[in-house]
């Protein structure tokens, strides 16, 4: 299927942007289709991988994400932000579906209480040294501890707020607002914006 | 329980890290359409967050891109404007399905409950391990079929799940350009339940409702909407 001459609006380096892709994708491009997996496949298979540790459940995970964009486009508003960032929630999200159905997978993956008690050591732990890039390791460094937990916890170990709570023995009520305080905090240092391989930085909507 | 107004607008966090439960997220989520200032503030914290997920790096498996579009292939795609098409439509093929399947000599084996079905069970676990949940359910059933050269195929269904677990062993390669797509059978007919690219893939099939069986043909490559091939196996799941 040849590629649909890009509309004039299109992005600096000639290349179609994300938005224009998701358009064309809304009209059966697969050829658009195969375009947005080449620019976000990496960083969705590395997610789920992340958060599901199974590869081949990781696999389903981002097929998954990859089909719900193909079937339904225009669930992604880009009035609301990147489609980076509404790809990679999606993304998230299925995971943590699936984490969540797979209980046993989960108690392998994320060792209970022996490992978190300590609040440094742990799945969050293991999670920054291997895994995460300089960058948003410093940014989360620069966190206090007890908020790096909860965030590590929720973001990358697919935990609810309730099973935080239960993990570290820490109240709910506390594990909420360390929550809050974590993420507002990493806006800060991390910035808002997808910094995906495309180079595109910025929402579809600017 | 009540969850107040406040409670709510610090929950931008945890929602834009997706650690709410479902529970909380449909709240939540009720709340945020209404709620201006908490949309802003949750599209921010999941850039951010987002931020935090693409730090992460694991290459995907090179079969994986080939894998997701071939999958869109046999997708429909929803148009944001009409509903979603009634999937009877078609059925006149579901009655040529039926009687293919009727000429295919099909060998149905019962082994529920017995020691031979909890080892198969087992040795699918650790085969499978990503379907060990399923496969643990309480209820999982298993029935097997055999069908043409010797091929032979199981079906894991757990109704409390919805979910059904096919695979199939020592099936003959499909013909070029084509591919076997697993169909559920239910009182409407037939429905897609993907295609087994490679013929050996395990396929896990959700929304089972009244499916009565399931059934293998050879289609186009990409899948077919309604089955146009033979039935090649089917396996009763009542």
């Known amino acids: 299927m040849a590629d649909s001459p890009g509309p004039p609006a299109a992005s600096r380096d000639g290349r179609p942007t994300d938005f224009e892709l998701v358009q064309r994708l809304a009209q059966g491009d697969r050829s658009a289709f195969g375009e947005l997996y080449d620019r976000y496949g990496t960083p969705s298979y590395s997610l789920a991988r992340r958060i599901c540790v199974d590869p081949e459940l990781a696999e389903d995970v981002v097929q998954e994400a990859f089909l719900a964009l193909w079937r339904h486009p225009a669930r992604f508003d880009p009035t609301r932000g990147s489609f980076g960032t509404w790809l990679m929630t999606l993304v998230h999200h299925r995971a943590v579906d699936a984490v969540r159905k797979e209980n046993t997978q989960r108690r392998r993956t994320v060792p209970l209480t022996d490992d978190v008690s300590p609040p440094v050591e742990g799945s969050e732990h293991e999670a920054l040294v291997s895994v995460v890039s300089a960058e948003v390791r410093a940014a989360l460094h620069t966190l206090p501890e007890e908020q790096r937990q909860v965030i590590a916890l929720a973001y990358l170990g697919g935990y609810t707020q309730c099973e935080v709570a239960k993990l570290t023995g820490v109240p709910l009520g506390t594990v909420k607002s360390r929550t809050f305080a974590a993420i507002r905090r990493l806006r800060g240092t991390l910035g808002n914006l997808w910094a995906g391989e495309t180079g595109e930085t910025t929402g579809a909507n600017r | 329980m009540r969850t107040t107004s406040v409670d709510l607008h610090t929950l931008t966090g945890a929602y834009a890290v997706n650690a709410l439960s479902d529970t909380e997220r449909t709240a939540f989520e009720t709340h945020l359409a209404r709620c201006e200032s908490c949309a802003t503030e949750v599209a921010e914290l999941a850039a951010t967050a987002t931020r935090l997920g693409a730090a992460v790096d694991f290459p995907p498996p090179p079969h994986l891109r080939a894998r997701v579009l071939a999958a869109a292939a046999e997708t429909r795609q929803l148009s944001p404007h009409t509903p979603r098409l009634p999937r009877t439509r078609g059925w006149g093929r579901a009655g040529g399905l ?102 050996s893939a395990p396929l896990v099939a959700t929304g089972l409702s009244n499916a009565r069986k399931v059934a293998i043909t050879v289609e186009p490559q990409g899948g077919s909407q309604v089955p146009t091939g033979d039935a090649l196996m089917e396996i009763a799941l009542a």
């Open chain 2, 98 to 199: 039926l009687a293919a399947a009727c000429l295919v000599a099909v060998a149905f084996v019962a082994v529920q409950g017995t020691q031979s079905d909890r080892d198969q069970l087992a040795q699918l676990s650790s085969q499978y391990s990503r379907f060990s949940d399923l496969l643990s359910t309480p209820d999982a059933r298993l029935v097997s079929a055999s069908g043409p050269n010797g091929s032979t195929a199981t079906a894991v269904v757990s109704v409390s799940r919805n979910e059904l677990l096919f695979v199939s062993k020592d099936m003959p390669a499909p013909p070029a350009d084509h591919v076997y797509q697993l169909w559920l059978i239910d009182a409407d007919g037939p429905h897609s339940a993907g295609l087994l690219a490679p013929p």
